[in-house]
T-cell receptor, first 113, second 112 residues
Framework: SQTIHQWPATLVQPVGSPLSLECTVE??????LYWYRQAAGRGLQLLFY??????ISSEVPQNLSASRPQDRQFILSSKKLLLSDSGFYLC????????????FGSGTQLSVL | GENVEQHPSTLSVQEGDSAVIKCTYS??????FPWYKQELGKGPQLIID?????GEKKDQRIAVTLNKTAKHFSLHITETQPEDSAVYFC???????????FGAGTRLFVKA
């Protein structure tokens, strides 16, 4: 069966520090991968998606970037965090070619202070 | 741009009662409508979905209805239980598309 791992679960970072969140998927090949952000009490905003290694599409211009160095690994990064980067970050995957049913990781609660 | 509106934002029901959450979408190309349940501190999980060629789908105590003409779809939970308490998100997407548009969520409280 397929599983998705996302870490860390919580993270407290000072303004201006770098960020690296990692997500890996097991049990499937060539998945679509996604990074979403959820602000407190709000819906999910798509940040990035990837259909293959090295292929990244950005949905929202911002202080963040994403990379896919391996087929089942997706990384969310920032060189310098802003206060507004605080939120709940979710990694997700879907089957290649469908892009519909999303399977989410357990999320990372990021607090930028 | 595409938009999904969800109501109500908060819903409180007595255990055993029914709960209904309603959503509207703007993109006529949308043909896939999933519902996700998110428990505190966890990622959302798909609980039921419906495609545009179907008007209604049921899975035990949950059902979803779709009105393509009005661009409305709804989630119905019958015989609610305390473990149904969570945040529920509706969403809409189109085949082959990567942009699933989510509603803002409904926080459901089921009182024992």
């Amino acid at each position: 069966s397929q599983t998705i791992h996302q870490w860390p679960a919580t993270l407290v970072q000072p303004v201006g520090s770098p960020l690296s969140l990692e997500c890996t998927v097991e049990g499937t090949s060539n998945p679509n991968l996604y990074w979403y952000r959820q602000a407190a009490g709000r819906g999910l905003q798509l940040l990035f998606y990837s259909v293959g290694i090295g292929q990244i599409s950005s949905e929202v211009p911002q202080n963040l970037s994403a990379s896919r160095p391996q087929d089942r690994q997706f990384i969310l990064s920032s060189k310098k965090l802003l206060l507004s980067d605080s939120g709940f970050y979710l990694c997700a995957w879907s089957l290649q070619g469908l892009g519909e049913k999303l399977f989410f990781g357990s999320g990372t609660q990021l607090s930028v202070l | 741009g595409e938009n999904v509106e969800q109501h109500p934002s908060t819903l409180s029901v007595q255990e055993g009662d029914s709960a209904v959450i309603k959503c509207t979408y703007s993109d006529s190309a949308s043909n896939y409508f999933p519902w996700y349940k998110q428990e505190l501190g966890k990622g959302p999980q798909l609980i039921i979905d419906i495609r545009s060629n179907v008007g209604e789908k049921k899975d035990q105590r949950i059902a979803v209805t779709l009105n393509k003409t009005a661009k409305h779809f709804s989630l119905h939970i019958t015989e609610t239980q305390p473990e149904d308490s969570a945040v529920y998100f509706c969403a809409a997407s189109s085949s082959g598309g990567f942009k699933t548009i989510f509603g803002a969520g409904t926080r459901l409280f089921v009182k024992a």
